[in-house]
């Protein structure tokens, strides 16, 4: 079942005041002229509380900026067995290779005794209460972040003053938060080696958004394994995309109108690696002959392009169960904690020796 809420794009009710910590129960009760056990039942959706009662509840509660205390709630043993999963929804084609991990993630969380629900999030116009009228709405026990939701992203600040119990796929760690991460470093490092190894010198990099850690560390170990080799890569080398195919194509045109006697590109994700080489069919460049690629995330359709992309794999089969598993730590009661896990290089047949002169 997946739940995709467009609501989350609308902006703010003018006027409505900030959250604070000073808002609670009886705030409510006060301003509704209502008393305290019935603004509890009305929240804690406890049977006995009229529709009209209820649905006024909630809506002050959201004016007022209400926060409930989810952390607690959870450790009460009240949790309602469903866990929401949240990921970003781009205004582009882009794709961060985790839809894959869908299926693995409900199946794990069903033999775990969980239900799951699926969101979509807008990444660049998140609005603001939305996470907490859905832990409102769906009475979410936790929830599993994808990246590239970072600490400094108004949907995870929500959740960390929620004190909902949630898992992140990028480095954030709290009471109530764990994080399970790729080395993304060495994901970067293992694909500029694969380059090296095979001889190429003149080397091209498209990377995603410059704003995001996943993309700032897969370019850091790319140069690293250069750097260790005495490759020079300089910033004329890079360009940037968006993770979406296109953006793989416009940033291929680029590098080579740039650098002729470039013979190998390196790409931050498989959609844009998959563009690159359809741009460089387009220039009447043969891959892997002239010009090898490499992507990142090792989405399915990598073994059917052609050639088969080489890419690095992210250890997907033990992440289901890992997200699992640091759920429940902190459904019981269990401070946050960091698991890192190691990619791995696949080998295709869109990397080679260079062998055509450009």
């Known amino acids: 079942m997946k739940e995709s809420r467009r609501s989350g794009e609308e902006t703010a009710r003018p006027g409505a005041p900030p959250r604070s910590a000073e808002i609670g129960i009886k705030q409510i009760a006060e301003r509704l002229g209502l008393s305290a056990s019935t603004v509890s039942r009305a929240l804690n959706d406890v049977s006995g509380v009229r529709a009209e009662t209820r ?3 909630l809506e002050t509660a959201r004016k007022l900026g209400y926060v409930p205390n989810l952390g607690a709630k959870q450790l009460a043993g009240k949790g309602s067995g469903l866990v929401g999963v949240f990921f970003p929804e781009f205004e582009s084609e882009a794709s961060l290779g985790f839809i894959h991990l869908f299926s693995r993630i409900q199946k794990a969380f069903q033999s775990a ?15 603001s209460h939305w996470l907490a009228e859905c832990c409102y709405s769906r009475h979410l026990e936790g929830a599993v972040v994808f990246s590239p939701f970072d600490r ?18 990028e480095g954030t760690i709290g009471p ?21 190894e095979n001889g190429h010198r003149v080397i091209g990099y498209v990377d995603g958004p410059s704003t995001l850690r996943i993309c700032r560390e897969r370019y850091s170990g790319f140069c690293a394994a250069l750097e260790k080799r005495g490759i020079r890569h300089d910033a004329g080398l890079t360009a940037e995309g968006d993770f979406s195919g296109a953006s793989g194509a416009a940033a291929a045109e680029e590098l080579l109108r740039r650098h002729p006697s470039l013979t190998a590109i390196a790409c931050a994700n498989d959609l844009m690696a998959m563009g690159a080489i359809m741009a460089l069919n387009r220039m009447g460049i043969r891959v892997p002959e002239r010009v090898s690629v490499v ?37 019981g009661g269990r401070h946050g904690r960091l698991e890192m896990q190691l990619p791995t290089l696949v080998k295709r047949a869109s990397v080679a020796a260079p062998f055509d002169k450009p």
């Open 55 to 57: 649905r006024l509840v």
């Open 152 to 169: 400094s992203h108004p949907f995870v600040m929500e959740a960390l003053e929620l004190g909902l119990p949630f898992v992140n796929f």
């Open 176 to 196: 109530r938060c764990s994080s399970l991460l790729s080395d993304d470093a060495e994901g970067g490092r293992l694909a500029g080696e694969v380059l090296a």
């Open 295 to 331: 992507g990142y995330d090792n989405e399915k359709f990598g073994a059917y392009t052609s050639p088969p992309l080489t890419t690095i794999r992210h250890s997907n089969d033990e992440m289901a169960p890992l997200a699992v598993r640091l759920m429940l730590e902190l459904l």
């Open 113 to 127: 005794g969980k239900d799951v629900l699926f969101f979509s999030v807008p990444f660049e116009k998140y609005r």
